[in-house]
């Protein structure tokens, strides 16, 4: 179906706009708390960079993990009843949060502690955010046919990236005229408002005819045990996690670099780049990547990604920063729509909804390491006056993970 204004308007089921509106404000709401996270965790809180960046790198990493296993209580109970309940979640998580910053926070976290209440509080919030992720693309599923299904997931991709554009932006509005800690409670206003929504506006999509019947939790982990023993898949995940340890550095050690090093405090300004650049350049870098088979567009977007940081070690202005930022985007871009094409085609066909839940994997892996990473390339590096190895390593961890998607191509895919 060709995009149009009649498309767009008789196209979709009022359900998927409020699904995606929704989405919009969620992505809003989560880009503006994780722009200042690691700051706000490593500085207002007081746990310095190298906890904070663990502790964000935990909170993502769980976030992501999650979804292969919340999607069964998703379609147990529904998308409604549980975007309610992740909105309820991420009402509390938030503002705990930003409680721990707060003037009189101080009597709470006193009580077990910094560290074991930040734990606590991010882990809450992060198994509400599992949630959000099976039912909005699961009605963006349901509420397309065939002919607008792609239509349908552009859109979803574009709001994603807007709402992840404009929540640093308002971010640092509310961080300079109310505190840093006040972003939190910024985040958890607008979940709030999309737990209002949720409640008077969502409608759950109707279940097809044909649709079968739910698995059971235990058949969910024999199937994910089966997926783990598929080690072409496996592997193929395990290198990818290599993009997503770069791409988090964006809001793990890049902050640290840009404000200390670059001493530009808007520092949430430039965390919109990637964004930004892949709203304005996703369609002819997609049709770009069309050409081009699944496994060339990923290495080669690899590849682009990892140079951007080598930009960042060549000099430390402003411009050359935004450019790396630009540059990195460009990387994301073209390998972002081919990978989930290829995990799609690598499972079997019974077996797609658990492979496709298993694409946010590298996603969480990326997570975990990042968030290590980002604290000692802060503490060592950066903030030791030698910022440059820092984007060194990690260009080079980049380019580790390009050859080894070269070597995968050569060993796994071209004589399979």
Request: hydrophobic share 55%.
């Amino acid at each position: 179906m060709s995009f149009s204004l009649e498309t767009l308007r008789k196209g979709f089921t009022s359900t998927f706009w409020v699904a995606n509106t929704i989405e919009l404000f969620e992505r809003l709401a989560f880009y503006g708390a994780k722009a200042v996270l690691t700051v706000y965790l490593a500085n207002k809180v007081g746990l310095g960079p190298v906890t904070a960046g663990s502790l964000a790198g935990i909170f993502s990493g769980v976030l992501y993990s999650l979804p292969i296993v919340a999607g069964t209580f998703v379609d147990r109970y529904g998308f409604r009843k549980s975007l309610m309940a992740c909105f309820a979640i991420f009402c509390v998580g938030y503002f705990a949060i930003g409680v721990a910053g707060m003037e009189y926070g101080h009597y709470i976290t006193d009580v077990v502690g910094k560290t074991p209440y930040i734990i606590f509080v991010l882990l809450l919030t992060a198994i509400g955010g599992s949630l959000i992720k099976p039912c909005i693309v699961g009605t963006v599923a349901k509420t397309t046919t065939p002919d607008t299904k792609s239509l349908g997931y552009s859109i979803y991709y574009m709001l994603v990236n807007i709402g992840g554009a404009i929540g640093p932006i308002i971010a640092l509005q509310v961080r300079e005229g109310l505190g840093i800690e006040f972003v939190l409670v910024m985040s958890s206003a607008v979940s709030a408002l999309n737990l209002l929504g949720t409640f008077l506006f969502f409608k759950e999509p109707p279940k097809a005819a044909d649709e079968k019947p739910q698995s059971s939790l235990g058949v969910v982990f024999k199937n994910m045990l089966m997926v783990f023993t598929n080690g072409k898949f496996i592997s193929f995940l395990v290198i990818f996690s290599g993009f997503w340890i770069m791409f988090w550095q964006i809001f793990y050690s890049f902050p640290f670099y840009i404000t200390e090093i670059l001493k530009f405090e808007q520092f949430e300004i430039l965390e919109t780049v990637d964004a930004w650049t892949i709203i304005l350049l996703s369609v002819p870098l997609t049709a770009f990547a069309k050409r081009l088979s699944p496994i060339v567009a990923m290495t080669f977007g690899f590849a682009i990604a990892s140079f951007s940081w080598l930009l960042l070690a060549f000099a430390p202005t402003i411009p050359v920063a935004i450019a790396a930022m630009v540059l990195f985007a460009i990387g994301e871009a073209i390998q972002a729509p081919r990978f989930y094409e290829y995990v799609a085609d690598l499972a079997p066909k019974e077996q797609v909804g658990t492979y496709m839940g298993f694409a946010f994997l590298p996603v969480a892996i990326g997570s975990f390491i990042a968030g290590p990473l980002a604290g000692w390339l802060v503490e060592a590096f950066i903030r030791d006056g030698n910022s440059a190895m820092a984007w060194y390593i990690l260009g080079g961890i980049g380019f580790g993970s390009t050859a080894l998607m070269l070597l995968y191509n050569a060993t796994m895919v071209k004589k399979s």
